[in-house]
Nanobody, 124 residues
Framework: VQLVESGGGLVQAGGSLRLSCAAS????????IGWFRQAPGKEREGVSV????????YYADSVKGRFTISRDSAKNTVYLQMDSLKPEDTAVYFC??????????????????WGKGTLVTVSS
């Protein structure tokens, strides 16, 4: 099983980046895929999740209206389009996959596989 993130980098505030998460080794279409991030000194937080069934999506309040998650079953890849980036978006971004991801009081459970992350740095 592999989840490989790419697309991170340095961008100025107000700019855009598109992250990719390439999946292999498991039944991609049967798994919900999520993006999480962890900034220095902070806990990991769920940014966005897309379901396996109907493609429904979840976004953290902090990124609603700025980030868009999508999945391409032909490429076994999930994308996170990040627009209007802010310095507070600076973090290592991880993708994760789970058969039944569930959010309870703001915390995600049920992610079975994790990538190693890609660093996003937004300068002011």
């Amino acid at each position: 099983v592999q989840l490989v993130e790419s697309g991170g980098g340095l961008v100025q505030a107000g700019g855009s980046l598109r992250l990719s998460c390439a999946a292999s080794g498991f039944a991609f279409d049967d798994y919900g895929i999520g993006w999480f991030r962890q900034a220095p000194g902070k806990e990991r937080e769920g940014v966005s999740v897309i379901s396996s069934s109907d493609g429904s999506t979840y976004y953290a309040d902090s990124v609603k209206g700025r980030f868009t998650i999508s999945r391409d079953s032909a490429k076994n890849t999930v994308y996170l389009q990040m627009d209007s980036l802010k310095p507070e978006d600076t973090a290592v971004y991880f993708c994760a996959a789970g058969r039944t991801p569930t959010i309870v009081v703001g915390t995600w459970y049920g992610m079975d596989y994790w990538g190693k992350g890609t660093l996003v740095t937004v300068s002011s």
